[in-house]
């Protein structure tokens, strides 16, 4: 069974810093590459960062691109994002994501992180 946990979320102020984590287990986690998603309030999901199944190589969305990190430890099973300059509109549950099956769409996440930045 796949099993993704988030952890790491909480209330920061603008400007500040967070390190989100995930937790993977029931699959090959090296196998596959990774996503962050997050959803703000009243929103559908978001597309937030990737990184390849060996982790040499991500991509970020616009609106976090230069102030979120992606990255990953193969051998703990372990996704991370770290986040800088966190700007009020970054408020949002985080999910780490995974896609096994060809098509649209993620087929697994977890139960997600909030991320709350607020002044």
């Known amino acids: 069974e796949v099993q993704l946990v988030e952890s790491g979320g909480g209330l920061v102020q603008p400007g500040g810093s967070l390190r989100l984590s995930c937790a993977a287990s029931?699959?090959?986690?090296?196998?596959?590459?990774m996503s962050w998603v997050r959803q703000a309030p009243g929103k559908g999901l978001e597309w937030v960062s990737g990184?390849?199944?060996?982790?040499?190589?991500?991509t970020d969305a616009d609106s976090v691109k230069g102030r979120f990190t992606m990255s990953r430890d193969n051998a703990k099973n372990m996704l991370y994002l770290q986040m800088n300059s966190l700007k009020p509109e970054d408020t949002a549950v985080y999910y780490c994501a995974l896609k096994q099956i060809a098509g649209p769409g993620y087929d697994s996440w977890g139960q997600g992180t909030q991320v709350t930045v607020s002044s």
């Open positions: 029931g699959f090959t986690f090296s196998s596959y590459a």
């Open positions: 990184i390849n199944n060996r982790g040499d190589s991500t």
